[in-house]
């Protein structure tokens, strides 16, 4: 399996890293290697001294698609959640001035933290979903698919004219304003629709 990102599609977490809006969804992968085990806490790296969360609404693909259009795109997932894109932004910010790729900042061994899944029937609009995370019993980010540049449906097709979904893969959405640095011990908590989907210590 893979998992596909998506950058850059909430306009105020654009204006927070003074990014440019972009005019096509930005769209990045995390390898397998990426997602952190059931229970495990998140490692700060070594190589970074800025690790910050970005909380993402994420999706699950459960058929094989290529081309797929936006209108046909519901069929190709039921399962929704929440996850962590962990981003060593000093790396980032590194590698974008230099302009080389993200991946040793975004797709490095435990930057993907995949929450419990929801069945998409249990949410009464997709396109109208509240999601926070908490740190350390403060609220740091939240959010509300209606504010996406692109929404859900309009993500998968324009991911999938680039890259074939398989079942099993997962898409992040990309993260809302409120991204911050984490630090030892914290604790991140992420609330989809006020349902706790995923409790995560940082080591
Ligand atoms: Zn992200």
Redesign the pocket.
């Known amino acids: 399996m893979k998992i596909i990102?998506?950058?850059r599609n909430y306009v105020e977490h654009i204006i927070e890293l003074e990014n440019e809006r972009p005019d096509s969804p930005v769209i990045f992968l995390k390898p397998e290697t990426s997602i952190i085990h059931k229970n495990q806490p998140f490692f700060i790296p070594s190589y970074s001294n800025d690790v910050h969360h970005?909380i993402?609404v994420i999706v699950q693909i459960n058929r094989l698609g290529k081309s797929i259009s936006p209108k046909f795109s519901h069929k190709y997932y039921d399962k929704i959640g929440l996850g962590v894109?962990f981003?060593a932004r000093d790396l980032q910010i590194t590698l974008k001035k230099r302009g080389l790729p993200w991946e040793k900042s975004?797709a490095f061994d435990g930057s993907a933290l995949i929450g419990n899944w929801i069945n998409k029937n249990e949410i009464e609009d997709l396109n109208n979903i509240d999601f926070k995370l908490e740190k350390n019993g403060y609220i740091v980010q939240t959010g509300n698919t209606s504010n996406m540049l692109w929404n859900i449906d309009e993500l998968i097709s324009e991911i999938s004219k680039y890259f074939t979904l398989k079942i099993g893969d997962v898409i992040?959405t990309?993260?809302p304003s409120g991204v911050a640095k984490v630090i030892e011990n914290d604790n991140l908590v992420g609330f989809l629709n006020d349902r706790e989907c995923f409790s995560i210590k940082i080591k």
């Open positions: 990102c998506v950058g970005e993402e894109d981003t975004k992040f990309g993260t």
